[in-house]
């Protein structure tokens, strides 16, 4: 007993020593295990994991260690690591997410690696160019399209020169065909030189006549065509014994004119008024006559001194008779428009002087020595201005209503003395109360019709 005590006594120790020889080895074995099966806190394992990543992406993409690929001119799969020449054909093909590569076609890899040796590996270190060198190579490619540039201006200039001529050579041209820019002024002279001489023919002298009423719509042309007689040769026109001379002297005498009173003034003093009422009251074709009339109503607006004239000469007699002519229906309205027009006109202009506070100004004055109302009611042109309403147009009926209400004041006693006026008026209140209720339909609540039904139930209230 004692000697096994003692045997126990001595291997104690050695059992502490091997214990603590396993824990050692246990230890150090713990300390080189993977490190997914060791304790490790998570945020500085992800932190650890993505410095080595990318440790390791930079030690892929440098370029020191990066190795020249070599493709053809089939597609090939192009491993991280390697570097491609320049001018090669890269792309991603989307089927396996793996970058492919080949080489262009002879003539695209001739113009990108214009100037390379054929054969020259790609030298990837970009520490063996230089600031100069890219500089230089800068220099060359804007030389090189600066002399693109040169080139296609050079052929441009050429080819405009192949379609086009100096202006020099142009004018030059025109001085041997002896072409003269002329003026309006030289063209009138001559239109008016053409429809005077005895030598024109009657086509001729038409299509002067016709040419210059383009001319003399504009007010300078028509006062320059006093300056040198033209006026009066067209107003000498009028006393042609071709009727289409006569009809087309008219025509440019009403374009010369209108809104003119230069004109106006220097036509009175011509004689152009005397001879426009004797081609009214002769016998003319309706086209001569709508041009005469046409030219006696540009003359007689805004004038009150050819008013004057007009009624002196008997122009409202002839009126008279041109609108009771058979034929001239469409005068008859052109005539009644005119007398609306002489009527208010001097109305507004007794209106103005009022506002104005102007008890005898020059303008007012010579309107008040126009009496045109009481000629209009001893001439019957109370009772032809009735009867014209009467006519199917719908346009002529507004203007007759328009010069029936403007003389109201004048033919009251006359309009209520006639019968066949209260029955038009009655019978046209009728039909216009229809067709304004058919413009109410479609949502026109003030619309034509409408306006012409109060013209009518105006004049039938003043009557009663």
Known sequence: MPHQGLLLFRMAPLGMLLGMLMTSCFTFCLGHKNSEFALTNPEESSTKETERKETTAEEELDPTVLEVFHPTHEWQALRPGHAVPAGSHVRLNLQTGAREVKLQDEDKLRNNLKGLKKGKRLDINTNTYTSQDLKSALAKFKEGADMESSKEDKARQAKVKR????????????????????TDMQIMVRLINKFNSSNSSLEEKIAALFDLEYYVH???????????GGLQVVINGLNSTEPLLKEYAAFVLGAAFSSNPKVQVEAIEGGALQKLLVVLATEQSLTAK?????????????????????LKLGGLHVLRSLVQEKGMEVLAVRVVTLL??????????????????ETSPEKLQQYRQVHLLPGLQEQGWCEITAHLLALPEHDAREKVLQTLGALLATCRDRYRQDPQLNRTLVTLQAEYQALAALELQDGEDEGYF??????INSLLKELR
């Open 450 to 455: 409408w306006e012409l039904l109060g013209s």
């Open 340 to 357: 609306y027009d002489l009527v208010t006109e001097k109305m507004f202009a007794e209106e103005e002087a009022e506002l104005m506070r």
């Open 218 to 228: 504009q007010m300078d042309n028509a006062q320059d065509l006093l300056s040198f």
């Open 290 to 310: 709508k041009k005469v009339l046409f030219a006696l109503c540009s003359l007689l607006r805004h004038f009150p001194y050819a008013q004057q004239q007009f």
């Open 163 to 182: 379609l086009f001529r100096p202006i020099e050579e142009l004018k030059k041209d025109f001085e041997e065909l002896n072409v003269v820019i002329e």
